[in-house]
């Protein structure tokens, strides 16, 4: 059976790449590792069927077979021991790629994801943060998760 990668039906970031599937999906096609997607609506991330795979009800979860993970970040280091291309196989080299994966997660990324939800999501680079004039986008619409 093939893995089942969860994904937003509809991202709030409307296509940018911020959803953290994205990581999970650059990982799988630099690896060439076929798999599914199943697209989840903001409600159904609330419901058991979910929540059983993520107790946090976010995306995005990884089935493969009994395996069943949550967290892009750990998705993707079960990636690299599954599939030999993502990280070095000398241990030492392995660690300092696994440190600076672990420092882009929770050092490097978040301000760059601060700044970029604060930016115009419409690219026209006038709309105050959070607004968007051309389309009537507002970042406080996205329901809470």
């Not at 929540?51 to 280091?77: H, K, M, Y």
């Not at 599954?82 to 997660?105: E, N, S, Y």
């Amino acid at each position: 059976m093939c893995p089942i990668l969860t994904a937003f039906a509809t991202s709030p970031d409307r296509g940018q790449g911020l959803a953290r599937d994205m990581r999970v999906r650059w990982a799988l096609e630099e690896l060439a590792v076929p798999y599914n997607v199943q697209l989840l609506g903001f409600a159904e991330l609330k419901q058991p069927a979910h929540l059983a795979r993520n107790p946090f009800g976010q995306i995005p979860t990884w089935q493969d077979g009994g395996q069943v993970l949550f967290e892009s970040g750990a998705i993707v280091l079960y990636l690299a021991e599954q599939h030999a291309g993502l990280l070095p196989a000398d241990p030492d080299a392995r660690m300092r790629a696994i440190m600076w994966v672990l420092a882009a997660l929770n050092t490097v990324e978040p301000p760059i994801v601060e700044r970029s939800m604060s930016a115009c999501v419409c690219g026209c680079h006038s709309c105050p943060p959070g607004w968007d004039r051309r389309c009537g986008w507002r970042a406080s619409s996205v329901p809470a998760t």
